[in-house]
C-alpha cells in the first residue's frame, strides 16, 4: 500500500493557518519564515512534525519557475583555493535557500560539456565556474540563448570586463615590487609561476612596469618560475640568491 503524501494543504489545516504561511514557514528562505511571530512558526514546525512532512523541491520549483539550485562548475576539485572559494559559494547559497550541483571538469573541454548539459537538464538558476582554464567570454557570448546567468572566479585566466570575479594580477606584481623600491631596494628577484599560466606572465608584467617606471632594467637571470608549492618556491629562491 502506498502512504498518501503529505502536502502543505494537510499542515495548513493541521496548523489551523493559511497554506501561504506553511509554504513561507517551511521553506529555505530565512527571511520569509521570520516575518511570522514566533508561536506561529513553532505551531507550524509541529504539525509537520506529526505528520511526517517534507519540503518537496519539484513543487517548489513549479511554483516559483525556480529550481534553487547553482551549478559550480570547478577545474580541479582538489585544488585548496577552488575549494574555499566553492565554501564561500555554499555559504552564502544556503544563507538565501540555494542549494549546489558541483561538477570538476579535470580541466577536460569533453567532460566540461558533458557537465554543463547536465546542469542545463536539471535547469540551475546560474552558474558559477570556479578557476576554468576556459575562456569567459566564448560562455558570456552564448550566455543569452543556451546558459542561465553565469559568473566567473578566475585564477589563472585574465578578466572579462563583465561576470568575473578575481585578481588583478598586473596590479599586484607592480605593487610588490613598487614597495621594495619605494624601500630603497634596487636589485629584486620574483618568483614567479608556471610560465605557461596567465597569471604568471601578468604578475611579471606588472614587475617589469614598476621597475621601467624607476627606469630600471629588466633582469630575466632574477627571475625564477615556481610552480605554487612551498618546495618549488624554496628551489627557485635558493636559484635567485645566486644572482642578487
Known amino acids: 500500500m502506498v502512504r498518501k503524501r503529505?502536502?502543505?494543504?494537510?499542515?495548513?489545516?493541521?496548523?489551523?493557518?493559511a497554506q501561504t504561511a506553511v509554504s513561507q514557514i517551511l521553506g529555505t528562505n530565512r527571511d520569509e519564515a521570520a516575518k511570522?511571530?514566533?508561536?506561529?512558526?513553532?505551531?507550524?514546525?509541529?504539525?509537520?512534525?506529526?505528520?511526517?512532512y517534507v519540503?518537496?523541491?519539484?513543487?517548489?520549483?513549479?511554483?516559483?519557475?525556480?529550481?534553487?539550485?547553482?551549478?559550480?562548475?570547478?577545474?580541479?576539485?582538489?585544488?585548496?583555493?577552488?575549494?574555499?572559494?566553492?565554501?564561500?559559494?555554499?555559504?552564502?547559497?544556503y544563507e538565501r535557500g540555494y542549494t549546489l550541483l558541483i561538477g570538476d571538469t579535470e580541466q577536460d573541454p569533453q567532460l566540461e560539456s558533458r557537465i554543463?548539459?547536465?546542469?542545463?537538464?536539471?535547469?540551475?538558476?546560474?552558474?558559477?565556474?570556479?578557476?576554468?582554464?576556459?575562456d569567459p567570454g566564448m560562455f558570456l557570448a552564448l550566455e543569452r540563448d543556451q546558459y542561465p546567468p553565469m559568473v566567473f572566479?578566475?585564477?589563472?585566466?585574465?578578466?572579462?570586463?563583465?561576470?568575473?570575479?578575481?585578481?588583478?594580477?598586473?596590479?599586484?606584481?607592480?605593487?610588490?615590487?613598487r614597495h621594495l623600491l619605494d624601500l630603497g631596494r634596487r636589485k629584486i628577484a620574483h618568483i614567479?609561476?608556471?610560465?605557461?599560466?596567465?597569471?604568471?606572465?601578468?604578475?611579471v608584467q606588472g614587475y617589469r612596469q614598476a621597475l621601467d617606471e624607476y627606469g630600471l632594467p629588466y633582469d630575466a637571470s632574477l627571475v625564477e618560475t615556481g610552480d605554487w608549492e612551498i618546495a618549488g618556491g624554496v628551489a627557485a629562491l635558493d636559484l635567485s640568491l645566486i644572482h642578487i
Open 192 to 203: 614567479s609561476g608556471p610560465e605557461f599560466w596567465q597569471s604568471s606572465q601578468e604578475r
Open 6 to 17: 503529505v502536502t502543505q494543504a494537510d499542515v495548513a489545516r493541521r496548523a489551523g493557518v
Open 116 to 134: 554543463l548539459e547536465q546542469f542545463r537538464q536539471h535547469q540551475v538558476d546560474g552558474l558559477i565556474f570556479v578557476d576554468t582554464w576556459r
Open 55 to 93: 519540503l518537496s523541491m519539484t513543487a517548489r520549483a513549479l511554483r516559483l519557475n525556480r529550481t534553487m539550485t547553482i551549478g559550480v562548475v570547478l577545474g580541479f576539485i582538489t585544488d585548496e583555493l577552488s575549494l574555499r572559494i566553492t565554501r564561500g559559494v555554499q555559504s552564502v547559497a
Open 153 to 177: 572566479a578566475t585564477l589563472r585566466q585574465t578578466m572579462t570586463p563583465h561576470n568575473c570575479v578575481g585578481v588583478d594580477n598586473v596590479q599586484g606584481g607592480y605593487e610588490a615590487t
Open 36 to 52: 511570522f511571530r514566533p508561536d506561529t512558526r513553532q505551531r507550524v514546525l509541529h504539525a509537520a512534525e506529526e505528520l511526517g
